[in-house]
């Protein structure tokens, strides 16, 4: 299957401060990128659904001036967790599909603290 | 819009013993099933996934069933094996639009 990355796969950080997770598809062009969060022993909640070079499509709930999607180019997708609060903690995953293709490749999600 | 129903929550097996887990779903328009495996901690990775135009798929021990009359899919795993245990799962989609995904079921397989 494809390939996407992410990194940090861990950050701790100070609350008040912004957090930047970048997800890579290092093998094909993804035109479009998911955002997700997941809470412990919970499913996938989706976050924002961003294609490149448009502005993201954030779900109900979704604070999205704190939560900042970017979607610049076919390979990379940025998610900034702006003043980040403890409650933003939690695991963050990624995933990206190509051009009228409807499998989802996962990338390894990042695991934030925010203390 | 879509919404995906898991069953059941846990299932807990012992190795040898098949699983199965069951998914229902609600829009008529899906056309496209995966199944995800999560190791504690770890990414989701695809396993199988099922277009609607066909009722059935193996890929070794792992096999899905659709029954597009009823909504429902099923994914089978025999020969269940210790590195089987993670949590499963199932996901609904409409054209190109975004994954609805069930609540996930918890295998633990027991030598």
């Known amino acids: 299957g494809a390939v996407v990355s992410q990194h940090p796969s861990r950050v701790i950080c100070k609350s008040g401060t912004s957090v930047k997770i970048e997800c890579r598809s290092l093998?094909?062009?993804?035109?479009?990128m998911f955002w997700y969060r997941q809470f412990p022993k919970q499913s996938l909640m989706l976050m924002a659904t961003?294609?490149?070079?448009?502005?993201?499509?954030?779900e109900q709930g979704v604070e999205k001036d704190k939560f900042l999607i970017n979607h610049a180019s076919l390979t990379l997708s940025t998610l900034t967790v702006t003043s980040a609060h403890p409650e933003d903690s939690s695991f963050y995953i990624c995933?990206?599909?190509?051009?009228?293709?409807?499998?989802?490749?996962f990338g390894p999600g990042t695991r934030l603290l925010v203390l | 819009g879509e919404n995906v129903e898991q069953h059941p929550s846990t299932l807990s097996v012992q190795e040898g013993d098949s699983a199965v887990i069951k998914c229902t779903y609600s829009?008529?328009?899906?056309?496209?099933f995966p199944w995800y495996k999560q190791e504690l901690g770890k990414r989701p990775q695809l396993i199988i996934d099922?277009?609607?135009?066909?009722g059935e798929k193996k890929d070794q021990r792992i096999a899905v069933t659709l029954n597009k009359t009823a909504k429902h899919f099923s994914l089978h795993i025999t020969e269940t094996q210790p590195e089987d245990s993670a949590v499963y799962f199932c996901?609904?989609?409409?054209?190109?639009?975004?994954?609805?995904f069930g609540k996930g079921t918890m295998l633990l397989v027991s030598p």
């Open positions: 099922i277009r609607s135009n066909v």
């Open positions: 996901a609904a989609l409409s054209g190109y639009s975004t994954l609805t």
């Open positions: 829009d008529s328009a899906s056309n496209y």
């Open positions: 961003s294609n490149e070079g448009s502005k993201a499509t954030y």
């Open positions: 093998d094909f062009q993804a035109t479009t």
């Open positions: 995933s990206a599909r190509g051009w009228m293709v409807e499998t989802q490749y």
